[in-house]
Nanobody
Framework: EVQLVESGGGLVQAGGSLRLSCAVS????????IGWFRQAPGKELEGVSC???????TYADSVKGRFTISRDNAKNTVYLQMNSLKPEDTAVYYC???????????????WGQGTQVTVSS
């Protein structure tokens, strides 16, 4: 059974940090790009960051310099370190597994259930 399980969300004050984890099972983790997406209330799902099987990473402009994505292939886990958080980062964050290092939703085959991140001002 394919599973992506996000954890690490919570409530934090502006300027604070959180580290999200995405634990993967049920498929060959090493072969896939893992992406992080988020959906704020009333807004569309948007790509935040992704990391390829060869460790190439990309970031949305809105998070560059503040977020860092990494993967541990031995643990089948991807992390999203989020620093200098802003109220506008408040959203449900999802991880997903796909074949390409982009933010096209159709390119991602498997999705997690999401974890809530709330940043207070």
């Amino acid at each position: 059974e394919v599973q992506l399980v996000e954890s690490g969300g919570g409530l934090v004050q502006a300027g604070g940090s959180l580290r999200l984890s995405c634990a993967v099972s049920g498929f060959t983790f090493d072969d896939y790009t893992i992406g992080w997406f988020r959906q704020a209330p009333g807004k569309e799902l948007e790509g935040v960051s992704c990391i390829s099987s060869s460790d190439g990473s990309t970031y949305a402009d809105s998070v560059k310099g503040r977020f860092t994505i990494s993967r541990d292939n031995a643990k089948n886990t991807v992390y999203l370190q989020m620093n200098s958080l802003k109220p506008e980062d408040t959203a449900v964050y999802y991880c997903a597994a796909g074949d390409y290092s982009d933010y096209e939703l159709d390119d991602y085959d498997y999705w997690g259930q999401g974890t809530q991140v709330t940043v207070s001002s």
